[in-house]
């Protein structure tokens, strides 16, 4: 079993908190024992936040002496400065080789304990240039799901946070153990971080014309058909040339690995929700053969496909 920490401070928002409880708390060992042992954490051992408020929470001395993870939410209240006391137990967490992990605008609290100075970070779109700005040595990449540097990681906003705590369980325990717990939570197990933040929430802007928006839904209804880079470039009406540009800037894959990947994705819904035969299943996610679907979605996912159905039921 692994120990883990969550941060609770003032102002934090309750989804960013609840979402590493959810799924740490959830996880299981293949023996069926907890996988992580579990406690929120606070300097102060009442927390308040928008909508309620926390009580009885652990001492800080746990997450700076003993968690081998920390995991820290966001705060409505970002802007403010860690205090001295949570600023010196997450650098001393950090030397003695705790894993630190940031949610959505948690990203500034590490940013604000020089964590992320010098390394790639990502935080929500929304706050990622006043990330930027307020932080200049940390690297910020606003695109992207989330951010593993080793023994720092960084979320973007909301559902991201999902992905990395999956990421996380899958580094710790491997796919099949990932796989259940994404299984309780009612979602796919892999979206790489280096998956793009989804476009259509970023701010309206005279960009919006360029989106490949439109081109990406129509080709997720049209994944067992055989579509070329030549039929996504004809779709959004330019040139083969402009529409790699355009995948790089939005979704930074390549046409061909993008559409590579939503086959896969495809291909996790129909094993964990149907019985359908392998050969059914390449079928209607477009791979030319079994053997190239197993072949595709074992690099991808990091476990057959039968392993992967095993897995959900």
Not at 150 to 169: F, K, N, P, R, Y
Not at 184 to 190: C, Q, Y
Request: net charge positive; charged share 25%.
């Amino acid at each position: 079993m692994r120990s883990l920490a969550v941060l609770a401070v003032d102002d934090v928002i309750p989804f960013d908190l609840a979402v590493p409880l959810e799924i740490f708390g959830r996880t299981r060992q293949e023996d069926g024992t907890a996988a992580y042992e579990v406690q929120v954490c606070g300097v102060n051992s009442d927390v308040p936040s928008k909508f309620f408020g926390l009580s009885c929470l652990g001492d800080i001395d746990y997450l700076e002496e003993k968690a081998e993870t920390i995991i820290v939410p966001g705060a409505m209240s970002y802007r403010s400065r860690p205090s001295d006391r949570l600023r010196k137990a997450l650098v001393r967490a950090n030397e003695r080789g705790a894993r630190v992990a940031s949610i959505c605008l948690g990203a500034f609290t590490l940013a604000a304990v020089g964590l992320l100075d010098g390394r790639r970070a990502t935080t929500h779109w929304m706050a990622a240039t006043e990330l930027s700005r307020s932080y200049p040595r940390v690297r910020v990449d606003p695109t992207v799901l989330y951010v593993d540097n080793g023994g720092i990681l960084t979320s973007a906003g909301a559902a991201a946070g999902l992905d990395l705590c999956l990421h996380m369980v899958r580094k710790d325990y491997g796919t099949a153990v990932a796989a259940a717990t994404a299984r309780l939570s009612v979602m796919p197990l892999t979206r790489d971080g280096g998956q793009a933040q989804f476009i259509a929430e970023r701010p309206r802007s005279e960009a919006d014309s360029k989106s490949i928006n439109p081109t990406l839904e129509w080709a997720e209804t049209m994944l067992g058909e055989k579509i070329t880079v030549l039929d996504l470039a004809d779709r959004a009406g330019v040139s083969k040339r402009t529409l790699i540009r355009r995948f790089h800037e939005q979704v930074r894959m390549t046409p061909n690995e993008w559409l590579q990947t939503a086959r896969v994705r495809k291909a996790q819904v129909l094993l964990e929700t149907t019985i359908l035969t392998m050969e059914c299943i390449t079928d209607r996610t477009g791979f030319a053969s079994v053997a190239a679907f197993r072949k595709v979605f074992r690099k991808t996912v990091g476990v057959t496909p039968q392993a992967y159905r095993r897995a959900f039921r």
